[in-house]
């Protein structure tokens, strides 16, 4: 069994910052890409940053410059810094990774809200 914990979504301002870790935890033998995605109401999730095992990184245009995906392999943890946060990253941010186990699974958090409003 494998879990995803997300932690430090929250309320902030516009302009403002915040960091969110995901740890993952269970059985693995060894974690390849993780990444992040959001999705707000009546939206579809989209890729927000993703990371592989080896630190190679991508992001979505709107987030470039902004936000920072790193990766803690000894800890098995993910995480975002998020900057110079705007109204519009106003939804639930969701962790996943591909984690071999005995096989390779999909995994993902149970999501953390990060709310940007003056």
């Known amino acids: 069994q494998v879990q995803l914990v997300e932690s430090g979504g929250g309320l902030v301002q516009p302009g403002g910052s915040l960091r969110l870790s995901c740890a993952a935890s269970g059985s693995i033998v060894s974690i390849y890409a993780m990444g992040w995605y959001r999705q707000g109401p009546g939206k579809q999730r989209e890729l927000v940053a993703v990371?592989?095992?080896?630190?190679?990184?991508n992001y979505a245009d709107s987030v470039k410059g902004r936000f920072t995906i790193s990766r803690d392999n000894a800890k098995n943890t993910v995480y975002l810094q998020m900057s110079s946060l705007k109204p519009e990253d106003t939804d639930v941010y969701y962790c996943?990774?591909?984690?071999?186990?005995?096989?390779?699974?999909?995994?993902w958090g149970q999501g953390t809200q990060v709310t940007v409003s003056s």
């Open positions: 990371i592989t095992s080896g630190g190679l990184t």
């Open positions: 996943n990774a591909d984690i071999r186990t005995g096989y390779v699974s999909h995994y």
